[in-house]
Nanobody
C-alpha cells in the first residue's frame, strides 16, 4: 500500500511556479522529519529540502530562495512550493520519510526554456 503520494507536477515555462503536495497515508505523520528529493534522467538522486520534527527547515543551495518546504498537519500533507523555476530543476520529485525508508512514487516536473 502506498503511504506517500506526490502530485502537482507538470510542464511549466522557466520563471514559473509549481506547488507539489505529498499526501501521507497509513501510519506516517508529516509531523515527523520529512524530505523532498529529485532526480533528473541519468543523474543521481539529490536532496532538495527537509523539515525536522521540531520545524527546522533546510534547502539545498541550488534551490535556496526559490523553493520552500512546509507541512499542513491537519491535512497530513507535506508541500514543496517552487518558484522562479529553471530548466535544470526538471526531474522527478519524491517526498520521503527517511527514517522509515518510505518514498512516494514521484511526480514529474518539466521546466521548458
Amino acid at each position: 500500500q502506498v503511504q506517500l503520494v506526490e502530485s502537482g507536477g507538470g510542464l511549466v515555462q522557466a520563471g514559473g511556479s509549481l506547488r507539489l503536495p505529498c499526501a501521507a497515508n497509513g501510519s506516517i505523520s508529516v509531523d515527523n522529519s520529512m524530505a523532498w528529493y529529485r532526480q533528473a534522467p541519468g543523474k543521481v538522486q539529490e536532496l532538495v529540502a527537509a523539515i525536522s520534527s521540531d520545524g527546522t527547515k533546510w534547502h539545498a543551495d541550488s534551490v535556496k530562495g526559490r523553493f520552500t518546504i512546509s507541512r499542513d498537519s491537519a491535512k497530513n500533507t507535506l508541500y514543496l512550493q517552487m518558484s522562479s523555476l529553471k530548466p535544470e530543476d526538471s526531474g522527478t520529485y519524491y517526498c520521503a520519510f527517511p527514517l522509515d525508508a518510505e518514498w512516494g512514487p514521484g511526480t514529474q516536473v518539466t521546466v521548458s526554456p
